[in-house]
């Protein structure tokens, strides 16, 4: 199978000194043409980064990538041709109504005049943004605005889309509606996207393949599919009164018949159990008998969550604050 | 699967790579005229200070004229061209702020991906700037005219006045610009640009005729981009003007203007290192 992205052994450290930060330190991956793949990580994970060395925007320590069958650093002149970019700050002009953005858009990449107009009234039409494209996009909502920063990078007809957390501070509605869209872009252009996203559900819904990436580096890859088969059986969450008794708790639940690998990780303890119904009761009653308080417990089919913590070794949503805290 | 990419060419890699700089520069430059032609109360804000000093001190130190050394002219008709080149510079020192916005919104990112080369996001600053200046220095001029300036040199001088203004704009643009990407804030930007621009339009003949400067002054105002503009500004205007004395510093300014444009550009390397 043909890839339209190709990424290999990427390393990329800003500042210099004691200061420096190793923003991704290794990382590969092959998108396979037409499909969307997504990028799943919390806050501070690398990918940004990653993105944007794909897009010819930052240059690595280390490491090739080729993109469109285009060398990155050897040919970025080209690759800026074969790509849209939709960067995750906003990147519409405020100050322009919709087709003005579009149209300087067009021009930029040399399109000539008839097409920029057809091409343009296309987008906005196919976007929902028709009856505000003479509208200057700052009165826009969240949503229209960011469905604009897709329509933008689409203009030129990319072969390759790169959506770095394009539903991020989207109210649920508008989230649903641009999940529409980007799943539309791969059927009705056949245009290849890479997606950056924190929202494990968005990557489960999107995402043909994905990696899972934490601190800089690849944990995992797989079709979401795959990744959750990985694990057996179910997943249960047991949150304790007190997690002094972690380690008691721990104990107790190993000596459960039917369950597998434990995680722990603060008060709450992640347990793989083959079948979540028939192990319950046992388990509880282990704690019970090791007087171990509980706050809650719940069962579930495995997610990607439980993919995160199985290669990650933390919660998704312990990673993505202690990232937010760094990133601050 | 790759079956189903589209096969069209990449748009724009037909045409040459020279050509499209220029436009892109063109676009851009059409870009932030649409920005001013909606919010006109912008350039009117930016004529605020010059009319003070046109109008208030034109009339407030019209006597100053009476010393020896500022010739037979009056103030008003001394001091509006030394407005007209003070304006531009003031007015160019925010060119960098619309590289500020469209750095902390993704526009910057966006456009650094696209085709367009550095070269013409600057250009399309300073081209836009220059515009600017020209009509800004059209309503200076005005203005002293109404109030009644009179000026011998004619068209010819008005010329060299409103050429002297664009590449006092183009400098301080550039340099606005190099800030901006370096420095990457607006409060920083604002700092740069106040610490710049008031001392040097002080120690310049914009204000006082040049005899009548303390010794330091005149010595600071011989290598003060302003004061070359608007000497060579006055000269033209005057009714046989000494062309050696305005070509030797409107050169002056045009080889700084092309210095501070590189230095612009080189900005941009420092920038994307950052990101
Ligand atoms: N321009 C930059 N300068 C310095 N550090 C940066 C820069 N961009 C990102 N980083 C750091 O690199 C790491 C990865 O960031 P990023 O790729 O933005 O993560 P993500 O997009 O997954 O949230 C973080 O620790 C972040 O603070
Ligand atoms: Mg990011």
Request: with cysteine; net charge neutral; charged share 15%.
């Amino acid at each position: 199978m043909q890839h339209a992205i190709e990424a290999e052994g990427l390393v990329k450290t800003y500042g210099k000194g004691p200061k420096a930060v190793r923003a991704l330190s290794g990382v590969g991956f092959a998108v396979p043409s037409g499909t969307v793949f997504g990028m799943l990580g919390p806050n501070g994970a690398g990918k940004s980064t990653t993105t944007k060395i794909l897009t010819t925007l930052s240059t690595p320590d280390s490491g090739t990538a080729v993109v469109a069958g285009l060398d990155v650093a050897k040919q970025p002149g080209a690759v800026r041709h074969a790509i849209g970019y939709v960067p995750q700050k906003p990147c519409f002009d405020p100050t322009a109504t919709g087709r003005e953005n579009l149209t300087l858009q067009g021009h930029v990449y040399g399109m000539p005049g008839s097409d920029i107009r057809s091409r343009g009234t296309h987008l906005l039409e196919r976007f929902g943004l028709a009856d505000a494209a003479d509208r200057i996009t700052k009165t826009w909502s969240g949503g229209m605005q960011r469905k604009l920063d897709v329509a933008l990078a689409l203009m030129h007809r990319p072969r390759v889309l790169f959506l770095d957390e394009p539903t991020t501070g989207l109210d649920p509605e508008a989230r649903a509606d641009m999940w529409a869209e980007i799943s539309g872009v791969t059927q009705a252009d056949g245009v290849t996207v890479l997606l950056t996203t924190h929202y494990l559900e968005e990557a489960d819904q999107l995402a043909d393949r994905l990696v899972i990436i934490d601190r800089g580096q690849v944990v995992a890859e797989g079709t979401p599919e795959e990744l959750k088969g990985g694990l057996d059986g179910d997943a249960v969450q047991v949150e304790l009164a007190d997690p002094g008794q972690q380690e008691a708790a721990r104990r107790a639940v190993a000596a459960v018949r039917g369950v597998g690998e434990i995680t722990a990780d603060g008060a709450r303890l992640h347990a793989r159990v083959g079948n979540g119904a028939a192990t319950l009761p046992g388990l509880l009653a282990a704690l019970d008998g090791a007087g171990v308080p509980l706050a809650s417990v719940t069962v579930a089919r495995p997610s990607l969550d439980d993919v995160y913590l199985r290669h990650a070794g933390r919660s998704f949503h312990s990673a993505d604050r202690a990232g937010t805290e760094v990133a601050a | 699967m790759s079956a189903t990419m589209t096969s069209a060419a990449p748009a724009g890699t037909a045409g040459g790579q020279r050509g499209p700089a220029l436009r892109h520069a063109v676009y851009l430059t059409g870009r932030s005229l649409r920005i001013l032609r909606r919010e006109p109360v912008y350039l009117a804000f930016t004529l605020i200070q010059p009319m003070v000093w046109l109008l208030l001190f034109g009339a407030l130190f019209e006597r100053v004229a009476d010393l020896p050394g500022f010739g037979d002219t009056s103030y008003l008709e001394y001091l509006t061209p030394g407005v007209v080149v003070m304006t531009a510079m003031m007015s160019a020192g925010w060119a960098g702020s619309q590289f500020i916005d469209d750095m902390q919104r993704g526009v910057m990112d966006r456009n650094l991906t696209s085709p367009v080369s550095r070269g013409a996001l600057i250009t399309g600053a300073l081209a836009y700037q220059a515009v600017v200046t020209v009509v800004q220095s059209l309503i200076v001029f005005g203005v002293g005219l109404l109030a009644g300036a009179r000026y011998d040199g004619g068209l010819a001088g008005v010329l060299v006045v409103l050429l002297c203004a664009v590449l006092l704009a183009v400098i301080f643009a550039a340099l606005s610009c190099a800030v901006a990407l370096t420095l990457r804030s607006q409060e920083s930007l604002i700092g740069v640009s106040q610490f710049l621009t008031l001392p040097l339009a002080f120690l310049s003949t914009v204000m006082m005729a040049p005899a009548l400067l303390p010794g330091w002054v005149g010595t600071v105002a011989r290598v003060n981009p302003v004061d070359w503009a608007a000497r060579a500004s006055r000269e033209a205007l005057l009714g046989n003007p000494d062309w050696s004395a305005v070509l030797g510093r409107a050169g002056l300014l045009a080889a700084l203007t092309l210095v501070m444009a590189w230095l612009a550009t080189r900005a941009f390397r420092a920038y994307q290192r950052s990101v």
